[in-house]
């Protein structure tokens, strides 16, 4: 019996472990963190034509193109072509960067708007209720699990 068995010196880690699967690359690289800044791509064209209208409201909004300087991991993938020299642009995308606290901000702003709507539709709904026939309005929802067998 301890003649079938392999020398220690064979067995080790790499020879035990499994082949790792391959996995399609990212489209779009993932710039380092920063502390206190959010990143987002932002179209600059689309199908080969510029799109200056999205790009202007995107930088009106607060984001700010990211320079290639600054994020030298992503050096290599910016497209030798693109129309903001200096900055990270990809395949019609441009990386931008905002502060969290101003997108924080802009969340807000956007969740508070789609509540408003949302209590003006709840609200000419129920307008329409009438005593013979009242509407059901409930917000929330419940969750139930099975008894498990009893």
Known sequence: MAENRLAREVENRESTQRNMSWTPPELLPTPNPQPGWVFRWVRTSIMGQADPKNTSAKLREGWEPVKAEDHPELMIKADSN??????????????????????????????????????????????????????????????????GGK
Do not use: H, W
């Not at 949302?118 to 929330?140: G, H, I, T």
């Open 82 to 147: 693109s129309q903001f020299k200096g900055n990270v642009e990809i395949g019609g995308l441009l990386l931008c960067k905002a502060p969290e606290e101003m997108m924080k901000q802009r969340e807000e702003f956007y969740l508070r708007q789609a509540r408003a709507q949302m209590e003006s539709v709840d609200n000419s709904f129920m307008r329409s209720e009438d005593a013979r026939m009242p509407l059901f309005n409930e917000k929330r929802s419940n969750t139930s699990f099975g008894r």
